[in-house]
């Protein structure tokens, strides 16, 4: 009776597959998008918040503040662009994380560019959605104080850009 030998080989993109794996064992690789705590940019002092750094003033105008100011009777909307940029692109995150992971699997980008990559994609979700004008309108003081300034720009969240061009990604490898 003839014995049967099963032959095992690993071709080199294979092989480069099941490195990939064994570095990634026991890390949890991920993006951070939006306004990292990790990144420079984030904890500098905004130049129109009265001392407050850019992470601040994006909490406040992502989620809103309801008792602001002097005595607590104002009130600063919600204008969401970083939760909402997501709940309007998860479709096609998924989707373009998908491609971005075969690409991974194939070895023909490293995991750190792939998580660049998605990083990528929804930090530019992040910044048109800031861009849109996200309801509701300025308030007429906003409006005013914007005029002494010599600043008619009628959208929200863009006054001095410091907000917008402080966004960014941060590719963390060894958790």
């Not at 570095?23 to 690789?29: E, N, T, V």
């Not at 601040?56 to 005595?71: D, K, R, S, T, Y």
Request: a positive charge; hydrophobic letters at 35%.
């Amino acid at each position: 009776m003839a014995k049967t030998r099963i032959v095992e080989r690993i071709t080199p993109a294979g092989r480069k597959f099941f490195d990939t794996v064994k570095q990634l064992k026991g890390r949890k690789p991920h993006v951070k998008v939006g306004y990292p705590a990790e990144d420079s940019k984030t904890n500098e002092k905004h130049e129109d918040a009265d001392g407050m750094t850019v992470l601040q003033l994006a909490v406040i105008h992502e989620f809103g503040v309801p008792n602001a100011g002097p005595g607590g009777n104002t009130v600063i909307p919600e204008r969401s662009w970083i939760r909402a940029s997501y709940d309007e692109s998860k479709r096609k995150l998924l989707v373009f994380s998908r491609k971005v992971a075969q690409r991974v699997i194939k070895g023909e980008i490293s995991v750190k560019a792939g998580l660049s990559q998605i990083g990528l994609f929804m930090l530019n979700r992040q910044k048109k959605k800031m861009r849109s004008n996200i309801p509701p309108e300025l308030a007429p003081s906003t409006k005013a104080g914007r005029s002494k300034k010599g600043d008619a720009n009628p959208k929200a969240l863009i006054d001095t850009a410091q907000l917008l061009n402080s966004a960014s990604t941060k590719v963390i490898m060894n958790q």
